[in-house]
């Protein structure tokens, strides 16, 4: 079978897509067996297929691979075009992996109008990894907006008590981060063709391709650079989210059904920091270039880390305490993004696949409990270890591994990160290794209150540990921290052909040197590139 | 003057739908009550032999000679585009009012001959080339909205819709035809190319500029642009659904004809006096007409101001008329927005015949447990009209968001999708009633007429939403004078 023939892309696209229409057309909604069972083998399928890729994908070569392309709209120049590279990959079978878990987890968790829950599930996973395939602009807006819609239901109808709340907050948030984007698109477009605003277009012929209007938006001059950069900078900080777009996140987290706050986390917010390393730093290297905009970045980024880790602290509600941990950890990615060189951005990235593979397991964790007790409440618990041995164990496993222990993924994200960031300036890394204080702080405070001490609340006295199939949608979480954790090689040699890429369109020579970053005018001075990366 | 053979043949589809409305006048001495469903599907009958005769004129050689009837008359690639989407909206409209009619206490013969009159007037607007022309049909078509908006005269607010839109209407059209007066004082001809032509070779004077903008507030009356939109709200609320379905697509798409082809073909040369007043009457219709639609609780009254708000979003195309995406995206927009618009109110007379007020949002509880293709067809045209993908209401948007960007109103741009993404909240809380609420309730069906009509607004939604290539590529070459 030779992968580069088929459209194998597409396929592990729509897989979710046909499964989802098949229980449409063809499954009463009485049949909640049937559903399941057809909502899992296709997210299996799904994963399964996904999987080739990662073997069959060539680590060395450079550019976009298992291309495909059709023309769609061509009077405009739109084109169905995808194809991946090593960061869209990792992301690619996060997306698979966490997807078929999100399904599995749901069995005992959802008892109402469940036909629709697992279609829509399946319909997120399409929306989901078509964004992460697209090459052309125009393909990703509409798979990028159109993500949002099956989310927005399933944190409203089957979340919490403020849920339709949290569901517009999220759909108004992103969406209004996102048409501005649009507008960054619809500037590039000019920019390529005739031109708009006084600025000569370049007279090629329409596009909205990926690679070219990235070349193009680098050879951009610089104050347009900037504009366009903050266009597409709402987009994606708002999804990431950046402080101070943080707001709609711990509504949407805390609402939301367990598989909707592990997709949220492992895969949504992934959409963001995906969106600035794929787009905003090859097509701005100017503007990235340019000290406020870099300082205004990294300030966020780091008021995200510290910031948010504070306000985790004081949390009372376990779900929320996780969802605001993410602003923590996803001021991390955007750090060792922004930092720009070779171990901020792959630590970053590999961050992005850590952050989901943990913050997810806690969102199970805390869902499990939940669906025993129907609260989140940290005091109504205590004692749980003694209670829930097993459970208490995958706990502490995925909270040491989420709070940066060594041996578990988090460390190698967070340490690589740092490293990058040291590497630019060491203030950005000093005021990021106060995050990791917190964090250790209120993930270890969190579980002391729950798990240790006597088991004081009579209510929770006989609360049952993890059954078989609970045990299963974790361990696979459990294997993916300590494989990253104790052999990341894999995965970094995945990323360093994208990662050196950007870093080059970056002008990797000519960064300024680290402890000048921030106030000092760039200076031609030595190469950052490839230095510090792990080996 | 003289006819020509041709002439009868390039107004066949006028003169056929002409007929067709005399012929129903002539049944109504027959056809009292009881009969509704046979009126109606004949009066669609009417209306696809319309659609057959403009066919076939449009495919005919005759109409490439220019314009006809002195110059009143012209058959070009942009009015044949029109007059299918009018036909199409009277259709839809009919589909939609055979049930509803059927439930009331009205006959429904003279109200299909109006809609068909309506129909012929603004067939004759979407050809005009000659200022008395467009005016007279113009006033065909408003004349016959006004009995339409107070058909149901037992109901207080049906005629107090009807006074509204009567005294405003006769006020707008005054403005216009004082308007259109100080053009042709000045420039002594009527015809459009001839203005234009007169205009290119003379000073640009005070008193011109003065009749160009009354032309504009007539028309910007017409499309319901603020501050020109008092009226909407009172008259969609009161008038009968289906006339309100009607009144938000039909007059409106007539109206954008014309105004893009007096502005367009008519006046080029003012474009900078009227530019800048354009884009402030957009960007006030964008912000006040959604954010009006945030604080409505009646689902009509939303529905009014929404479309005040795609007005505004429309008018980005008319300031973008230089730029190869201006008129395109015009008829892009509204073939979008006829779907999408049409399909959302069809699918509140849905409610409304089914025993449902249909007058708050609170009636749209539940629906998807009373009848899920309904609630999901109704979220489609809500996703439609916010705008998002993909849809053509995202197309449509697309298309003016890149003519205000080209048109150098970056500015203008930006607000736009604010404002569309602000949209997305009001229209959501029907999605939000439609599926979030636990409200029970006996499941609903649809009457035959409506269903067809819903399908083809959702089918024609997802089609130009997502295959969108041939049809942008039919009306790439719709711009007036084209053929």
């Known amino acids: 079978m030779n992968l580069s023939q088929m459209p194998i892309l597409s396929i592990v696209t729509y897989i979710p897509l046909v499964g989802a229409l098949l229980i449409v057309f063809l499954v009463p909604k009485e049949k909640t067996g049937t559903i399941k069972m057809l909502a899992t083998v296709f997210a299996g399928v799904d994963l399964l297929v996904s999987l080739p890729l990662w073997f069959a994908f060539d680590r060395a070569k450079a550019g976009y691979q298992f291309q495909e392309r059709a023309s769609w709209i061509p009077s405009l120049g739109v084109d169905y075009h995808f194809g991946i590279d090593g960061i869209s990959l990792v992301l690619i079978l996060l997306t698979t992996f966490v997807g078929f878990i999100a399904v599995y987890c749901s069995y005992t968790a959802i008892h109402e109008r469940q036909k629709e829950y697992y279609v829509l599930l399946l319909l997120l996973q399409t929306f989901m990894i078509g964004t992460f395939c697209c090459l052309d602009f125009f393909l990703f807006y509409v798979f990028w907006e159109v993500m949002l819609v099956p989310m927005y239901f399933l944190i409203g109808v089957w979340g919490g008590e403020r849920r339709l709340y949290a569901a517009i907050k999220f759909f108004l948030y992103t969406l209004a981060g996102s048409v501005l984007m649009l507008l960054g698109i619809i500037a590039l477009y000019f920019y390529n063709t005739t031109g708009f605003l006084g600025y000569k277009g370049l007279g090629h012929a329409p596009t909205f391709s990926v690679e070219a209007l990235t070349a193009v938006a680098s050879g951009m001059p610089a104050e347009l650079q900037v504009w366009l950069f903050f266009a597409f900078f709402f987009g994606f900080a708002i999804k990431v989210p950046m402080f101070p777009f943080h707001t709609w996140l711990p509504d949407a987290h805390t609402e939301a059904p367990t598989a909707g706050s592990v997709i949220l986390a492992a895969v949504l917010l992934k959409m963001g920091t995906y969106g600035f390393v794929r787009f905003s730093l090859p097509m701005f290297p100017e503007a990235i270039k340019t000290d406020w905009v870099l300082g205004l970045v990294v300030a966020l980024a780091i008021i995200g880390i510290v910031y948010g880790a504070m306000v985790t602290l004081v949390q009372k509600d376990m779900k929320k305490l996780i969802a605001y941990s993410s602003v923590s950890h996803l001021g991390f990615v955007m750090l060792g993004v922004f930092a720009g060189n070779m171990a901020g951005l792959q630590g970053g990235i590999l961050q992005m696949v850590n952050h989901g593979v943990s913050t997810g397991a806690l969102f199970l964790l805390v869902g499990i409990v939940y669906e025993r007790r129907h609260t989140r409440m940290i005091a109504e618990y205590g004692g749980l270890a003694r209670q829930m041995p097993l459970y208490a164990t995958y706990f502490l496993i995925m909270a040491l591994s989420s709070m940066g222990l060594p041996l578990l993924n988090g460390f190698i994200g967070e340490f690589t990160i740092l490293q990058g960031a040291f590497a630019r300036n060491f203030w950005w890394a000093f005021f990021a290794s106060m995050g990791i204080v917190l964090g250790a702080a209120y993930l270890l405070w969190l579980y002391q209150r729950v798990f240790f001490g006597e088991l004081s609340n009579p209510a929770n006295a006989k609360l049952p540990d993890l059954t078989m199939r609970e045990q299963l949608t974790l361990a696979p979480l459990v294997v993916a921290a300590l494989w990253i954790g104790l052999y990341p090689k894999p995965l970094f040699d995945v990323l360093r052909t994208p990662s050196e890429n950007i870093v080059r369109s970056l002008g990797g020579k000519t960064m300024p040197p680290p402890a000048m970053a921030v106030k000092a005018p760039p200076a031609p001075a030595a190469a950052e590139t490839g230095a510090g990366q792990p080996r | 003057m003289t006819f020509h053979g041709t002439d009868w043949f390039l107004l066949s589809p006028e003169l056929v739908l002409t007929t067709a409305g005399l012929i129903l006048l002539a049944l109504a001495p027959v056809f009292r009550k009881g009969h509704d469903e046979f009126v109606g599907f004949l009066s669609f009958l009417f209306v696809g032999v319309t659609a057959v005769f403009l066919a076939i004129v449009s495919a005919a050689p005759a109409r490439h000679a220019g314009p006809i009837l002195a110059g009143m008359f012209v058959v070009d690639n942009f009015a044949v585009f029109f007059k299918f989407a009018i036909l199409l909206t009277i259709a839809l409209t009919i589909l939609a009012s055979i049930g509803f009619l059927g439930s009331a206490p009205y006959p429904s013969v003279e109200f299909f001959a109006l809609l068909l009159f309506a129909g012929v007037g603004m067939l004759f607007m979407v050809s005009g080339s000659n200022l008395i022309s467009i005016y007279v049909s113009l006033e065909l078509m408003a004349l016959s909205s006004y009995i339409l908006a107070g058909y149901f005269k037992g109901q207080v607010k049906s005629t107090e819709a009807a006074l509204k839109y009567f005294i405003l209407g006769a006020f707008s059209s005054a403005v216009l035809l004082y308007g259109l007066s100080l053009v042709y004082g000045v420039g002594g001809k009527l015809g459009l190319t001839e203005l234009a032509q007169m205009y290119a070779g003379t000073q640009r004077t005070n008193l011109v500029v003065l009749g160009i903008l009354l032309v504009l ?144 949002v609170a009636d749209f509880n539940g629906l998807a447990k009373r009848n899920m293709p309904a609630a999901i067809v109704m979220l489609l045209f809500l996703l439609s009209l916010a705008g998002i993908p993909p849809t053509a209401g995202f197309i449509g948007k697309y298309y003016l968001f890149t003519a205000a960007m080209k048109a150098g109103y970056a500015w203008l741009a930006v607000l736009a999708v604010l404002a569309s993404a602000v949209s997305l909240f009001y229209y959501f809380r029907i999605a939000a009633a439609m599926f979030f609420s636990e409200a029970e309730g006996a499941p609903m069906k649809g009457s035959f007429a409506l269903t067809a009509a819903v399908i083809v607004c959702a089918a024609g939604t997802l089609v130009v939403g997502i295959a969108p290539e041939r049809v942008l590529e039919v009306l790439r070459h719709c711009v007036p004078g084209t053929y």
Do not use: C
């Open chain 2, 217 to 360: 507030a007539g028309l910007l009356f017409k499309i319901a642009a603020v501050p020109f939109h008092v009226w909407t709200p009172d008259v969609y609320e009161g008038s009968p659904t289906p006339v309100t379905a009607f009144f938000a697509v039909g007059p409106k798409l007539a109206a954008y004809a014309i105004l893009a082809r007096i502005f367009y073909v008519g006046f080029p040369k003012f474009h900078a006096d009227w530019g800048l007043i354009v884009a402030l009457v957009a960007a006030a219709t964008m912000i006040w007409g959604n954010i009006a639609a945030l604080l409505q609780t009646n689902v009509k009254r939303m529905f009014a101001y929404s479309s005040i708000a795609h007005a505004g979003y429309a008018l980005l195309g008319v300031l973008g008329f230089q730029t190869p995406f201006g008129l395109w995206g015009i008829l892009v927009y509204l073939l979008a927005y006829t779907f999408m618009n049409f399909g959302a109110f069809a699918l509140v007379i849905f409610l409304e015949t089914r025993g449902y007020a249909a007058e708050t």
